[in-house]
DNA sequence: AATGAATGAGCTTTCATTCAT
DNA sequence: TATGAATGAAAGCTCATTCAT
């Protein structure tokens, strides 16, 4: 059945080769540090033939970005999809994100670089893919917090907001790491905040006596109110 | 009484004429968009004088991260200082944090342009002053969980990993916010954050359930452990 | 009658489909910044497939060139033909450049290129092709000049002189009317010279004075004399 | 009172050295084979140095013909500034640009691909320059013209449309020249034309029948006629 | 004959840094 | 101390041309 591969598919592994070199020499290098005669060098082929695939440095920057998270996203949903109850669920995508992060550590720094990049670029092209992509993620939160609320094993709580929280939450978990030089497990770390947010710290005589308090702010969230204000 | 500066004096001074120029534009066009040019045209001076008083691009941008996380660092000791009871301390560190990067949010971008500098610089001259700042802040962290603790507010916690957690947080909610465009309230967020680490989001069933396994991460943390492994 | 045409006769039938299309864009881009890939996109062909009719760029230019001079000859040749009194056959000459010229108008700068290049390029090719061209218009030129003579219609003038006089106003008139934007009526224009060329602006007061000095220099001309000095 | 030059001096004198070598390159070699190396390594300074003084490459071409055209039209306005009688100033201009072509022969080239350039360049501040100054030389020629016609020695002819035509017919001749190589005394074909152009080439017998003719002609010129129809 | 992927020399432009004044 | 002219390494990008299929 294998037969020699068409054009096309011949042009999209081509593309492949080229993101999956780009990418470690972005890592290891940082956007600024890699010119496109490194990344030609290391594939042995001429700096023309990337520009074939990629018009611009950018766009390379932008592909290996996409590349990147498309296999986390997809990661995401599947660890959503391959449990039933939103317990495992959310023990998934937990689990999902350390490992994803864990097998790519040494791209880590990338993900800052590809923040930054996008609140600088003159196009918004990087931001808006980042934002896209957030918001899927968070859809995904949403679903799982709405399910542990049905089976009221969540308090009340605008799970939008949860959801962005939590995602704010990964992303400073795994910075922090990063910048501590990757100095310590990152899944006890993400462990370690699941407690944390899962039952909280409060000792149950504070926790009776801010109750109702707290139970509004949860309810509230922080993202519907904010649209009352701008 | 006034005299006429000192030369070191004046030296100081334009020294910090320079840093507020320079802050201003790295953080309007990013470290690598802005050229020596600006910051000297912007200052009304010769290109030259910026290097009699930073002899690097990147001892100029160091400067200015170190000017803008001392100002932070100092408000925060003035939050705990200014307190006394723990409560009031956790409060007015994240007011603190909320009114430092609301006042300069147009200066936000920059954090993440120096994470990734650091991440990136052939010195490590960057990460260590971050781990530094970042050292002393989870220091206050574990001073005020300390206390809270002992006034039975806080459940049994391993503080040191439950601070740098919170920092982790902080950046990354922050980091959210600015991903986002800063289109809700920082404060808001901060705050639900706070009710959400606070009480936690199980009902008392749940709760009760897994009670014994929280409390051992909890009070085990992630970063002693790591230490055995590494 | 009709049969399939011979591949030599494709052949030709495709270099100048090539042509065609190639006149169009260096006209409108100019020698420089029209790029192979625009050439066969236009004619939905393979960059290779150019490279087949014409082995380098100069080449294709050069032959847009020859096509169009080859265009321009032949009218003007049949201007003569057509007529058998020097007047008609002058008055002729100046309709058909005038419309040669008006109906390729957006060609124009092309002819400026071509100049420009023949004095630039490498080999000089382009140049005794110009050249070639010069000799046989003025070759007409001198025809025309010369029964304008033996029937008494011109006064006594070098006609080789004349002739070159006269190509060089041509080049000069068109080369003024398309730097001026095209403003006016190149035709116009034409019909001004032929009637200050043909009648001289001198008075017949001034013309008388200066008879003997200018019918000398008629005479002579300005091409014979300086074979003498060179 | 000689004084060191002060540092505005310097910096117009090195313009002028930076303008006078490239004038030399960009005539021997052309725009487009001409690299800013080139001019760099002939002043024996580094590249960076003449993008201090011309930021773009197009500027320092600019530049060169600015210098050059501002040559010639000072040298056009003294000609006529210095000659009293309308004849005289006439010669004088025939004089000044033979002069001024011969003397710069081997900048010849330059000209034709100033004027390539002008119809090709995206700006179209080489157009508006080139339209100044031949706005400026023609109302020179209207000038001599008017005088010539105030005292009888030209016939009645529209001023405006022939000094037009005479500029196109000195560039033309000049063109001509150039393109055969330079081969014939550029002075004796401008003075050859100066007596076709005076005297007419009619005998006067056709002189005397179309007349009336020609003198409607000549009076109407081509400039004007054609604002009617645009 | 036609294709189009691959090539790589080559060019403009930038800008941190230096240093003579 | 301050200046700003000079430097020159560096890098992104282009595009005519080649050639295996």
New interface residues.
Partial sequence: MARTKSAPENRMAKRMLILETAIGIFAS??Y??TIMQDVADDLSIAKGTIYEYFPKKEDLFLAVYDMWMDEYEQAMHKAVDDHFDPVSKADALIDTTVEFYEKHANYA?LL??F??H???SSSDIF?VR??EM?KRLAELGVEVTNQ?QKL????K?DSG??A??E???????F???????Q???LR??Y???Q?????????D???TI??TK?EK??Q????N??IN??
């Fill in positions: 290098k940082g600024h540090a720094p800052l670089e923040w930054a996008a609140l600088r931001l980042i934002r957030k542990m009221h094993l969540f308090r709580v907001s949860f962005v929280l995602l704010g939450i990964s992303d400073g978990i910075l922090q790491w990063v910048l501590d030089g100095q310590y497990s006890d770390a462990k370690f905040r407690s944390v947010i899962g039952s909280g710290l409060m000792t005589t504070l926790r801010v109750a707290v702010k949860l509230q969230g922080f993202i109110q904010s204000r701008s």
